[in-house]
């Protein structure tokens, strides 16, 4: 299986300034077509996870532009160019490339 | 609007069984994969298995092959995971979530949640 590892595991931001959350996986999530395999989630306090990021850069459907997605082959990176309040929750990388699909332990970021 | 709305918590002993439903509405059923992840108490999310929808083909994570089984319906967009054998260590909230057609990923919409309690 592919082991996906995150960092840091808590992560305490000041509103307005940046943060960045990194992914590494134990195995190239890059595919001949171009794209990584590779997907942002964020489960806010209370709720169901919801997607940030999918292959690799793309934004999903409705997610502020603040969030950005970058990286290739093994690493990753979840940029948050200005943090806001309700950001607040645990991040979470997956690599949708092999079966079984794996989870990153998660990353808690919470307001300072 | 996209909804999947999932069946109501259970309370099971060890060794039974449960069955969670996962209904959608809102896009077309069988355009999309539909895959089960569980989040044990305070811990991080684990990927459980997918189907695909328009010809039922599942994959199922290793560990627990031989308990699970996904299912459709597709003439009431409803899916199923039933898990068997249950083990204390089953004791989880269990998500639904709509995924690509055919490649695994980009779970856009996400049920509401099933807590599943496994206690003697």
């Known amino acids: 299986d592919i082991v996906m590892t995150q960092s840091p595991l808590s992560l305490p931001v000041t509103p307005g300034e940046p943060a960045s959350i990194s992914c590494r996986s134990s195995h190239s999530l890059l595919q001949s077509n171009g794209y990584n395999y590779l997907d942002w989630y964020l489960q806010k306090p209370g709720q169901s996870p919801q997607l940030l990021i999918y292959?690799?850069?793309n934004r999903a459907s409705g997610v502020p532009d603040r969030f950005s997605g970058s990286g290739s082959g093994t690493a990753f990176t979840l940029t948050i160019s200005r943090v806001e309040a309700e950001d607040v929750g645990v991040y979470y990388c997956?690599?949708?490339?092999?079966?079984?699909?794996?989870f990153g332990g998660g990353t808690r970021v919470e307001i300072k | 609007q996209v909804q999947l709305v999932q069946s109501g918590a259970e309370v099971k002993k060890p060794g039974a069984s449960v069955k969670v439903s996962c209904k959608a509405s809102g896009y077309r059923f069988d355009s999309y994969g539909l895959s089960w992840v569980r989040q044990a108490p305070g811990q991080g999310l684990e990927w459980m298995g997918w189907i695909t929808i328009y010809n039922g083909n599942t994959h199922y994570a290793q560990q627990l092959q031989g308990r699970v089984t996904m299912t459709t319906d597709t003439s009431t967009s409803t899916a199923y995971m039933e898990l068997r054998s249950l083990r204390s260590d089953d004791t989880a909230v269990y998500y639904c979530?709509?995924?690509?057609?055919?490649?695994?990923?980009?779970?856009?919409?996400w049920g509401q949640g099933t807590l599943v309690t496994v206690s003697s």
């Open positions: 997956m690599q949708v490339l092999q079966i079984p699909g794996t």
């Open positions: 979530a709509r995924g690509r057609w055919l490649q695994l990923g980009g779970f856009d919409y």
């Open positions: 292959l690799g850069s």
